[in-house]
Structure formats: C-alpha cells, structure tokens
C-alpha cells in the first residue's frame, strides 16, 4: 500500500471515528500533496511524500516556540497532537546518539576539520539520515564536533 493510499484509508477511519484532530492532520497532508502535485503537474511518489510530511514536521515544531512565547498551551497541546500523527508516517526518527555517529563517521570519510567544513559535512550527511532527522538537530550536533 502507498503512503497516499495509506493516507485516504486514515482520513475515512479518522472520520468515522470523529477524531477531529487526526482528520485535520490527515487533510493537511494530502492538501500539501495534491498541492505539489498540481504545481509539477506529476503523481509523486513516497519518497517526496515522506519530504513534504518533514517538511510540515518541521513547520510544527516552529509553531510551537511562536505558541509558547505567546501563552497559548492549548495550542501547543494541539501542535503537539500533531506532530505526533506526522511521526507515524515517517521513518522512526534518529535519536541525537545516532545522528552523531553518522556524522563522526562522515567527518572522517571527507577529513572535515575546521567549521569551514560545515557546508560539504551537511551535504554528505543529509542523504544518510533524509527523513529521518531534522536539518537542525544534525546541523547542531556538526557545529558541535567541528569545533
């Protein structure tokens, strides 16, 4: 089964289930599909699906710093809901242990040294981890070991 077929089924159980939350999340992702979809007027496939989910992974976590600052807990709960209906659909996230031996190890493959590096150690790492990281976290923890 597809991820967007996978979505549809989702959408319909969320429905029957009055899950409001889920169903809203749902919509949104096929919205940002069909949205891509329409703009390079091509059927995509998983692989881009599971970017455009990051994607809006990413928007997410933002969303609920701007939240936090303003006071709102109600809706950094709802975020947070969110974020966790993403997650089911992308690959099991790395955790920062993980990320940090892909990138000791990329480090030593290209002889990275200086924090000049950066720029070439990110372009080598983000394939490894594509979907399964979040660019800030791997950029964090390159800064880290570069210095």
């Not at 979505?7 to 899950?19: I, Q």
């Not at 969303?63 to 969110?82: C, S």
């Not at 892909?102 to 480090?107: G, H, K, Y």
């Amino acid at each position: 089964m597809s991820l967007k077929e996978k979505l549809l089924e989702d959408l319909k159980v969320s429905m029957k289930n009055k899950d409001l939350i889920r169903k809203n999340t749902i919509t949104m992702i096929r919205a940002a599909i069909k949205q891509v979809e329409v703009d390079e007027r091509a059927e995509i496939d998983d692989e881009r699906i599971l970017e455009i989910i990051s994607k809006q992974l990413k928007e997410k976590k933002n969303a609920i710093e701007e939240f936090k600052r303003g006071n709102r807990q109600d809706l950094v709960e709802q975020t947070e809901e969110e974020i966790k209906i993403l997650l089911e659909y992308l690959p099991k996230q790395l955790t920062e242990e993980e990320i940090k031996e892909i990138v000791v190890e990329t480090l030593n493959e290209i002889g990275a040294k200086s924090i000049k590096d950066i720029g070439l150690v990110m372009k080598s790492v983000m394939p490894k981890v594509k979907g399964r990281a979040d660019g800030s976290t791997v950029n964090k923890i390159v800064r880290q070991l570069l210095q």
